[in-house]
């Protein structure tokens, strides 16, 4: 085999290894259904933490998508920037509030496996109407079980009432917020995720996914009962190209010191 055939060989590989990774990518952004696309939100810089919508504008960037239980509807919002996840949840229907007795809870799944059981990739976050102090559950693999954790420094979570600024109702009504680092679970382009929120009132639990049966307020359902949210322009990644660009020049840069090792080599 001659150099030039050598060389058609191994771009023709090249090729078919970048078109099956991106196969792959593909495929894992669109396999399901009940999946959120999120993305950066810049304006989050300005947030206020106090646990409502605080002026009309402040989510207006971030994704929308919702919760529902047998007769609520709560929004959900959801967007990133630089190091951390952020997350309403506004239960519009939900006017008679009572603190600490109303609250919401978002988890995530950095693992997205489809497996049954959770791991330890598994994080809860809970918000109680009326706190400004956060509970993290972290699932123990010693217990099999979620357990309470010490919660992260940076992680803010907060539950108030949102009112006259709040997109969809100027009734008071619950809403919480939540401000997750990303630290706790690692920077992917896919998550899998569970959303759900109390009224306790009504006695009612809002969920995401929807259709999702819980039977207590803080229960948490097996994991391929979870949906996912994912980042269609991989902006959510520490890596800020598409991995496709970045295997080229993996690859194209063995080829080339390949080459190269083979001229010194052969005029040695």
Known sequence: MNKRSAMKNTLVQVCLVLIFLSAIQESSAQD????????????????IFDGRWTHVTEWKNSSL???????????LRISHLEDFIYVLVDAVHDTTPGEQKDHAMVCFDSKVDNRTKP?????CFISKLGSEKGVTLHWSEESQSFEMTESHSELIVVGGISDENDRYSKVPHASYEFKIPLELFGRYDRYGFFASSYDHSKIEISTWTVGVQVSTEAEIPDRLSWGFIHSP??????????????????LL????????????????
């Open 233 to 250: 322009d991989k902006s959510l990644p520490e890596y800020e190209l598409p991995i496709s660009i970045f295997l080229i020049s993996i």
């Open 32 to 47: 399901d259904s009940q999946s959120i696309p999120i993305t950066i939100d810049n304006e989050l810089n300005e947030k």
């Open 253 to 268: 840069t063995f080829f080339i010191t390949t080459k190269l090792a083979k001229r010194i080599n052969y005029r040695i």
């Open 119 to 123: 791991d330890t990739n598994n994080f």
């Open 65 to 75: 998508e919702y919760m529902r239980g047998e007769s609520t509807q709560v929004t």
